[in-house]
């Protein structure tokens, strides 16, 4: 039931491109992009609704195939800001209004001067 | 400024004790929730409640309790029935709107380590 992200960890020099993949079994309502410094909360970055729905922050986007029951976060030219785990968390059909995410076991970002 | 509250930061505790985490948040959410994390293993979730006096519990709920006498609280008792219970521990919580998808703010979390 939980998401599998792919990769599980990722080196880049900055200014290089990265893309993290958040995949489901279950249908998807919605996902949730988390990026989490270590020892430190988690930090919201972006929710994805609709099917096919792209957002973007800066960088960093991200897109929702509701078909494929995945999600994609897009880096682009990154920083060295950007180094941490991402995380997504993923909310089923059906679930109301509890809020409940079920998330990832989180890719691992290390970019390097 | 709001947002939410954990406390202890590092917790230690002997083996068979019972341990309460706790979590405030002046955000004026309905939603919290208590995660468990893990190397590796990402964020699992505890327990969560929607509404005052009232929870459910998660995934990993088995030698955890918890209340929610007070909107702005939603201590956390790691009891002694708890096989593993070193791990780092966060609180988040969320509104509740009807027909809304919202993100879940996180506290700093607390490091427990059983000795």
């Known amino acids: 039931q939980q998401p599998v992200q792919s990769p599980q960890a990722v080196i880049l020099r900055e200014g290089e491109d990265a893309v993290i993949n958040c995949s489901s079994s279950k249908a998807l309502y919605s996902v949730h992009w988390y990026r989490q410094k270590h020892g430190e909360a988690p930090v919201f970055l972006m929710i994805l609704l609709k099917g096919g729905e792209q957002k973007g922050h800066d960088k960093i986007s991200a897109s929702f195939n509701e078909k494929k029951q995945q999600s994609s976060l897009y880096l682009t030219a990154s920083q060295l800001s950007y180094s941490g785990t991402y995380f997504c968390g993923t909310r089923r059909p059906g679930s109301g209004n509890t809020g409940k995410l079920i998330f990832g076991q989180g890719t691992t970002l290390q970019v390097k001067p | 400024d709001g947002g939410i509250t954990q406390s202890p930061k590092y917790l230690f505790r002997k083996e068979g004790q019972n341990v309460t985490l706790s979590c405030e948040q002046n955000?004026?959410?309905?939603?919290m929730y208590w995660y468990r994390q893990d190397p590796g293993q990402g964020l699992r979730l505890i327990y969560y409640?929607?509404?005052?006096?009232?929870?459910q519990k998660g995934d990993i709920a088995e030698g955890y309790s918890v209340s929610r006498e007070k909107k702005e609280s939603f201590p956390l008792t790691v009891t002694s029935a708890q096989k593993n219970p070193t791990a780092f521990y966060l609180c988040?919580?969320?509104?509740?709107?009807?027909?809304?998808?919202?993100?879940?703010?996180f506290g700093p979390g607390t490091r427990l380590t059983v000795l």
């Open positions: 988040a919580s969320s509104t509740r709107a009807s027909g809304r998808v919202d993100e879940q703010f």
């Open positions: 955000l004026n959410h309905d939603a």
């Open positions: 409640s929607q509404i005052v006096n009232d929870f």
